[in-house]
């Protein structure tokens, strides 16, 4: 009886220690993987910085009117006035075919006017 415990013992030990050591390396693939997805993100942040800064830079309002005025006669664009804007309500919306959603755009036009009063 004494004999069986003990090898019942050991065997259990055996089962707890190969359990502990496949959480232990599940927990380090994990840690790695988070590393690695932390410097995946820290580099696509400072990809988007520097596109960020390329942008403006791209689109500065000196540039666009030079590139403008050098083109003009390909691109015929003009330059731009508060004249050329408009309101947004005066847009032709589709009506929609669900009756729910003809009541929610609605409503939101209505909010809009209103806050604009």
């Known amino acids: 009886m004494r004999s069986l415990l003990l090898i019942l013992g050991v065997f ?3 089962v707890f220690a190969t359990w502990a050591y496949r959480v232990n390396n599940d927990t380090r693939d994990a840690l790695g993987r988070v590393a690695s997805l932390q410097r995946e993100i ?3 942040r400072e990809t988007i910085a520097v596109l960020e ?3 403006a830079y791209l689109n500065r309002p000196d540039r666009l009117l030079a590139l403008s005025e050098e083109h003009f006669t390909e691109l015929r664009l003009m330059p731009l ?3 050329h804007f408009s309101d947004a309500m005066k847009v032709a919306y589709p009506t ?3 009756p729910l959603l003809a009541e929610l755009i609605e ?3 209505l909010e809009v006017q209103g806050g604009n009063r």
């Open 12 to 14: 259990m030990v055996m």
């Open 107 to 109: 409503a939101a036009i």
């Open 53 to 55: 800064a390329e942008w």
């Open 42 to 44: 820290r580099t696509e």
């Open 81 to 83: 006035h508060p004249d």
């Open 96 to 98: 929609p075919e669900d």
